[in-house]
């Protein structure tokens, strides 16, 4: 029987605290690493129900809490994300995407843990290529896969890394595209966009919580050392089909201005289409349906 003794990641953000309450509902005991400032106030219906362990930035402090738990499995979701980057978080995001996460297979290795489920972006892949960063963030992401290498090579540890397209659904409360133009259809404003040809892949919450537990069922399994998946809809749009499946769906009308601003650098006009599937998986929830599930 798999053991269901876990440590995961970047459980205050979206995507964690989803994972995070799907596997305390399914009986896993979830160990959750956050730093001292971190909200998990969006997992308080399950307090008692999981450990949090605090991070302080010491590779000790994390060796002490695996020595301490022994899990069989982590789920790496924390990082920080900047579409676009300036002189003062460079630093924040090498030491979050870097360092942390150095840290945290550091801490796996020394603890004899084999099995690391990582998560990457699409954004790794520009104009479809096998690698070219749309920015920095993607870079650092890229840049822990490297560093990944070594410690395949020196350990007997396999990895899967799920590389995410966008994803949505209820609750969200980060600043999306899906949520603006949800708020503009409220308020009647005018958004200003940009020409609105630029590609987008939406894939839903439970769809993009099916993989991670999918990739939980399988990493123990497979012959390679390191995997990576596209989590992909396999139904990308351009912004401007984008919005009118919205107002179709819902009923709604949003004012927009195309053309008023203008593409953000390296834009993503072509979206990555050469990502390998994750073997049993597909997004089942169709935009339609995630639009009604999230705003309807």
């Keep these: ?55 302080d930035g010491s590779i000790q402090k994390l060796k002490e809490v695996f020595e301490e738990v022994r899990p069989s499995y982590v789920f790496h979701l924390a990082s920080l994300f900047l579409a676009k980057h300036d002189d003062s978080n460079i630093s924040d995001l090498l030491e979050s995407n870097i360092v942390f996460s150095t840290h945290l297979v550091e801490a796996m290795v020394s603890s004899n843990v084999k099995y690391l489920i990582n998560t990457g972006t699409s954004w790794q892949h520009f104009n479809d290529s096998d690698y070219d960063p749309v920015n920095l963030y993607a870079a650092t992401k890229q840049s822990f896969e490297t560093i990944l290498e070594f410690y395949l090579q020196t350990n007997e540890i396999k990895v899967i890394t799920l590389k995410l397209f966008d994803t949505y659904g209820p609750k969200d409360p980060r600043k999306k595209i899906l949520s603006l133009l949800n708020d503009y259809a409220k308020s009647g404003e005018t958004l200003l966009m940009s020409p609105g040809e630029q590609m987008i892949d939406l894939v839903h ?36 089909d984008l919005v009118l499946v919205f107002e179709g769906v819902l009923g709604a009308k949003v004012r927009i201005d195309w053309g008023k601003r203008e593409y953000r650098e390296r834009e993503v006009m072509v979206p990555w289409i050469k990502s390998a599937q994750l073997p049993g998986w597909k997004a089942e929830i169709t935009l339609e349906e995630g639009l009604l599930h999230t705003f309807g």
């Design 1 to 55: 029987m798999k053991s269901k003794t876990v440590i995961v990641t970047g459980a205050s953000g979206f995507i964690g605290s989803n994972l995070s309450l799907s596997l305390i509902d399914k009986g896993f005991d979830v160990h959750i690493l956050s730093r001292e400032a971190s909200d998990l106030s969006i997992l308080s219906r399950h307090e008692g129900n999981f450990t949090n362990h605090i991070y």
């Design 205 to 240: 919450i439970d769809d993009i919580i099916k993989a991670y537990e999918l990739a939980y069922e399988s990493i123990d399994l497979q012959a390679e050392r390191h995997i990576q998946y596209g989590i992909s809809s396999n139904r990308p749009l351009s912004l401007k």
